[in-house]
Structure formats: structure tokens, C-alpha cells
């Protein structure tokens, strides 16, 4: 049996961009073409995944900043993090990338152009 994946093994998805400001952010998923959106703490927690950072610290960093139980930020990172892998926007890297949408097919940059000659 293999040991569950730390938050370390996590990846974004390749398809995901975001947009950031002081009131949280949007994500979004060109491979699935939606946009998500995060509250600043979301937008704190996804910063920090950015860096692979670990649940415990990202629950450290979370504790600096608000006056929460740690036991708390961590169920609550935990659960963040599990609805980002079920909304596909970070996979584990053993697993294969969530399957192209036919959104994505049809977006014109992400084409493959025959070659001339």
C-alpha cells in the first residue's frame, strides 16, 4: 500500500492561470474553461502551495496572520486543498493530468500547427 501524498507532491495543473488582487483571486482552467474564485485566505493558501510548502506550513504562516486554533487551520487547509485536487487544478504528479476538455481543443494558441515543407 502506498503512503498518502503529502502537499509537496502536489502539482497545478498546467492549464491553470491566475489573477490575483487585495480581495482574493480568480483561477482559471483552460483545460476545463472555468474560472474559480479565492478569498484572500485562498489566495494565501494557494501562494503557498505555489512554493510546496507543507500543510504544517502553510498552517504555521496561516497562524501568523490570524488568530485561529491550529488544529482549526489545519482541517481547514487540509479541506481547501482537497477541493482544489477534486476541481482538478492541482493533480498528484503520479497520477496523469486531468483529460483535455473539448474547450481547450478549441482554443486557437494552444493548436498545433502542421509544419511547412
Known sequence: MSEP???TDFTIAPGVRETASEDG???LDLEQGVCFSLNPVGLRIWGLLKKRC?????AD???KEFPVPRSQLLSDASEFIEALEGKHL???PRQ???KKSWFSEMLPFRKKRPSAG
Open 25 to 27: 483571486a480568480v483561477l
Open 54 to 58: 507543507s500543510l504544517d506550513q502553510i
Open 61 to 63: 504562516a496561516l497562524g
Open 5 to 7: 501524498a503529502t502537499i
Open 90 to 92: 492541482i493533480y498528484r
Open 96 to 98: 496523469p493530468s486531468p
